[in-house]
C-alpha cells in the first residue's frame, strides 16, 4: 500500500522567513496531494491540494510543488507569520483500491517567532 | 449548516467498558471516515463508508466497528476499550466519486481509557 513521509518533524523559523515542508510517497499510482493545517486544539483544515497532471500551484503566501518522477511533493509558505504556527500534515490519494482514501504523513510542528 | 459534528467532545472510560461515537454532517456527503490521532502519529484511518448502509476497514480497524444506517450518521463503536484506544478521533466527511476531494472534519472527541 501507499506509504508518506513527511519531513521535518518540527520546524521553527522567524517571522518573515519562509519554510518548507517535504513528503515523499510510495505509490507512483497516486494522483492527489493534499495539504491540511491543524491549530492546536483545532480540526485539521485544507490549506491546498494538487493533482498529478500540475506541477505547481499556487494561494496567496502558500504553494505547493510536485515532482512525480521524484514521488515527492512540498509544500512552501513565505513571509511566515505567527498565525500559520500549527502542524502541518500531508496525504496521498488515488493509488488502486484507495477508494479515495487518504494516507498522511506525520506531521511537521510548524513554530513561528515573532 | 453545521457541516461536520461528533458527539462527545469528551469521555472518560475505565478499561472493558463500551461506548458509541456519532459522527453527523449536514452536507449531503456519501463518504465518511473515522480516524484516529495520536502523537507523532499523524491521522490514521479505522473505518470508512462510501454510502449509507455501507462500511469498510481502514488502516488500523481492530478494535472497532462501525454503522452507516443512515446517510447523516457514521457511528464508531469500542466495545471493550482498551487503554491503547486513548486518542483524539476524528470524523470527516465528502462529496462521492465526481465530487470534490476535500475532507471535511469535524472538532475530534478526545478519549481517555484508564
Known amino acids: 500500500g501507499e506509504n508518506v513521509e513527511q519531513h521535518p518533524s518540527t520546524l521553527s523559523v522567524q517571522e518573515g522567513d519562509s519554510a518548507v515542508i517535504k513528503c515523499t510517497y510510495s505509490d507512483s499510482a497516486s494522483n492527489y496531494f493534499p495539504w491540511y493545517k491543524q491549530e492546536l486544539g483545532k480540526r485539521p483544515q485544507l490549506i491546498i491540494d494538487?493533482?498529478?497532471?500540475?506541477g505547481e500551484k499556487k494561494d496567496q503566501r502558500i504553494a505547493v510543488t510536485l515532482n512525480k518522477t521524484a514521488k515527492h511533493f512540498s509544500l512552501h509558505i513565505t513571509e511566515t507569520q505567527p498565525e500559520d504556527s500549527a502542524v502541518y500534515f500531508c496525504?496521498?490519494?488515488?493509488?488502486?483500491?484507495?477508494?479515495?482514501?487518504?494516507?498522511f504523513g506525520k506531521g511537521t510542528k510548524l513554530s513561528v517567532k515573532p | 449548516n453545521a457541516g461536520v459534528t461528533q458527539t462527545p467532545k469528551f469521555r472518560v472510560l475505565k478499561t472493558g467498558q463500551s461506548m458509541t461515537l456519532l459522527c453527523a454532517q449536514d452536507?449531503?456527503?456519501?463518504?465518511m471516515y473515522w480516524y484516529r490521532q495520536d502523537p507523532g502519529m499523524g491521522l490514521r484511518l479505522i473505518h470508512y463508508?462510501?454510502?449509507?448502509?455501507?462500511?469498510a476497514k481502514g488502516e488500523v480497524p481492530d478494535g472497532y466497528n462501525v454503522s452507516r444506517l443512515k446517510k447523516q450518521n457514521f457511528l464508531l463503536g469500542l466495545e471493550s476499550a482498551a487503554p491503547s484506544q486513548t486518542s483524539v478521533y476524528f470524523c470527516?466527511?465528502?462529496?462521492?466519486?465526481?465530487?470534490?476531494?476535500?475532507?471535511?472534519f469535524g472538532p475530534g472527541t478526545r478519549l481517555t481509557v484508564l
Open positions: 470527516a466527511s465528502k462529496s462521492g466519486t465526481g465530487g470534490p476531494n476535500e475532507q471535511f
Open positions: 463508508s462510501v454510502g449509507e448502509g455501507t462500511t
Open positions: 496525504a496521498a490519494s488515488g493509488f488502486p483500491g484507495s477508494q479515495g482514501n487518504l494516507i
Open positions: 494538487i493533482r498529478s497532471n500540475v
Open positions: 452536507m449531503n456527503h456519501e463518504y
